[in-house]
């Protein structure tokens, strides 16, 4: 199968799983994850009309983005990985969308950064909703009151929440989790589902799903 059919199929199945849950199919985002692929990998996805496109390292992104934001108009870049507070500039600078803001240091950064950038950076907050010790996300308990202290203590403008439930357990029960945790931060966007359950998520609410592989191919 080309990238094309593939990039179809997920269309697809997204607009399916919306209609199923009597939602609107533009309702949600398709972010196609391009990390570790290159730029000739990644053309052919834009070739196809998708613009909207998620990585998950500051440093590898920088090494493509820059040159196919170039050739085409429109890119929205997601950053969907862990973000370390000295990389805080790079990624303020580079990404339109940042997926992994869990922690007070890494919210400080970004909202020092982007004031001195002058630059608006869409921000979602990382929940590691099966407390996962070695995953990223602040726990669904200490949600509501992390989002209030990005809100008031740094005046940043929250989006939504973001998780990515353990690969070993039914996801459903966390996206349903997200879902209630953003009702309580009075937040409307989620992002959830990945190639294995996108469309689990979108009939879960989720309103931009992260797919990788399902588009692209294994890493
Ligand atoms: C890699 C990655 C994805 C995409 O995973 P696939 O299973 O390839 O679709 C989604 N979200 C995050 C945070 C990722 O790191």
């Known amino acids: 199968m080309q990238l094309q059919d593939r990039l179809d199929e997920v269309r697809n199945r997204m607009g399916k799983a919306a209609a199923g849950a009597g939602r609107k199919p533009e309702a949600v985002t398709l972010v196609a994850v391009s990390k570790t692929f ?3 990998a990644i053309r052919p996805a834009i070739a196809a009309g998708q613009r ?3 990585e998950n390292r500051v440093q590898e ?8 934001r170039d050739e085409t108009a429109g890119i929205e870049l997601h ?6 507070s000295n990389k805080a500039a790079e990624a303020v600078a580079l990404f339109d969308v940042i997926e992994t803001v869990d922690r007070e240091k ?5 909202a020092a950064e982007m004031t001195r950038q002058a630059r608006a950076v869409r921000l979602y907050v990382q929940v590691n909703t099966g407390l996962e010790p070695q995953k990223a996300g602040i726990a669904p308990d200490d949600t509501v009151a992390f989002v209030s202290f990005c809100r008031d203590e740094l005046g940043l403008t929250v989006e939504g929440l973001m998780c990515i439930p ?10 349903a989790l997200l879902g209630k945790l953003a009702a309580r931060c009075n937040l409307d966007k989620l992002s959830m589902g990945m190639s294995g359950d996108y469309d689990v998520a979108v009939g879960l609410g989720a309103t931009s799903v992260r797919v990788g592989s399902a588009i692209f191919g294994t890493r």
Not at 79 to 84: F, N, V, Y
Not at 106 to 110: C, E, G, L, V
Not at 166 to 175: C, I, K, L, R, Y
């Open 61 to 68: 992104a920088q090494g493509k983005w820059p040159t196919l």
């Open 38 to 40: 290159d730029a000739d």
């Open 166 to 175: 353990p690969a070993d357990e039914n996801p459903g029960p966390h996206f």
């Open 106 to 110: 890494i919210a400080r950064a970004i």
């Open 52 to 54: 909207v496109f998620g």
């Open 79 to 84: 950053l969907i990985g862990p973000l370390q």
